[in-house]
């Protein structure tokens, strides 16, 4: 067994709420992290009473909870990128970008939790307007869905052309790069992401995986970005990678649950060895 030196491991935090089951938000970062040989860290906003159907029940942590959790990691381990997720009130999220501005937080990727794939809306208006106008325009890179790109661009989404328009509005409100993600769009689309970053606009397209396992896809994402960013790569190719490990774990994903099971994000590693 080697010990790793501590100067050459990359570190990431996760600013997110917590799914008590299991396949999205924190835990779903935390193996991400873990998957790419980043150690991970982490700042929880809320804990959600969660399955692979429904969310039961929220609690949203107190703000100086949320801020003491990201202080504690900065100040004394560092990190070399943060993914932010679900922070659920304006408060948390106004707290947050405040923090990326103090502690000079770099390779900061925001997943805009604010509507599910499936158009479910998860935070208030005062929540999404702060997240819009404060720390969106903080971001390295933003990776809003089909729903929340609706929203932040003022346009709808039905195609490839409308995702291409959506993700240049996107990048006015001030964030490096976009990533509109199209796991919610329909027929061909589906599985398809755009990238804009004020120079290239590019297509990301792979395999489409015929799952409905797919809970976890959005934080498993903004998470590898994240992690590829901690180790060293550039914005574009951070997230190639990261949605090819995305669709491998959408391959490996879970029928556990009566609803929308994980995706699966060491068994690509793990099944060998399994009896
Ligand atoms: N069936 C699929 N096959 C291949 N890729 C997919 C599929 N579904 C989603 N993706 C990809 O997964 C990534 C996450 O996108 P998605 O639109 O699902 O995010 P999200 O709505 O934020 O996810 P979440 O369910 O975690 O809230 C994107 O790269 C998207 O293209
Ligand atoms: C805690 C949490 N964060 C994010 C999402 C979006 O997938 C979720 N369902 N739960």
Same mark, same amino acid.
């Given at each position: 067994m080697s010990v790793i030196d501590k100067s050459s491991v990359p570190v990431a935090l996760t600013i997110a709420g917590s799914d008590s089951g299991g396949g999205a938000g924190i835990q779903a970062d935390l193996r991400t992290f873990a998957f790419h040989c980043v150690h991970g860290t982490s700042a929880i906003t809320c804990v959600t009473a969660q399955n692979t159907v429904l969310v039961t029940r929220v609690d949203a942590l107190p703000v100086d909870a949320v801020v003491a959790q990201i202080e504690a990691v900065v100040t004394d381990i560092g990190v070399q990128a943060v993914k932010t997720g679900?922070?659920?009130?304006? !408060?948390? @999220?106004a707290a947050v970008a405040q923090q990326v !501005? *103090? /502690?000079?937080?770099?390779?900061l990727v925001v997943d805009p939790v604010m *509507?599910?794939?499936?158009?479910?809306?998860? @935070?208030n208006d005062e929540a999404m307007a702060?997240?819009?106008?404060? /720390? @969106?325009?903080?971001a390295t890179i933003v990776t809003p869905n089909r729903y929340e790109a609706q929203l932040l661009s003022g346009l709808q989404l039905h195609t490839l052309d409308d995702m291409r328009a959506a993700a240049q509005r996107i990048h006015q409100l001030g964030a490096k790069a976009v990533l509109v993600k199209g796991g919610g769009m329909q027929g061909n689309l589906r599985g398809v992401d755009v990238w804009f970053d004020g120079h290239k606009l590019e297509t990301l397209k792979t395999a489409v995986v015929d799952t409905s396992n797919t809970h976890g896809t959005g934080c498993t994402l903004a998470?590898?970005?994240?992690?590829n960013l901690a180790l060293g790569c550039d914005r574009l190719s951070a997230v190639q990678k990261a949605k090819d490990y995305v669709t491998t774990a959408l391959r490996y994903s879970l029928a556990i649950g009566q609803g929308q099971g994980p995706v699966g994000h060491f068994f690509p590693l793990l099944q060998e060895n399994t009896p």
């Open positions: 679900m922070l659920l009130t304006a !408060e948390i @999220i !501005e *103090v /502690l000079k937080l770099n390779n *509507v599910s794939r499936t158009g479910a809306v998860l @935070i702060t997240l819009q106008n404060v /720390l @969106i325009p903080k998470a590898a970005i994240a992690a």
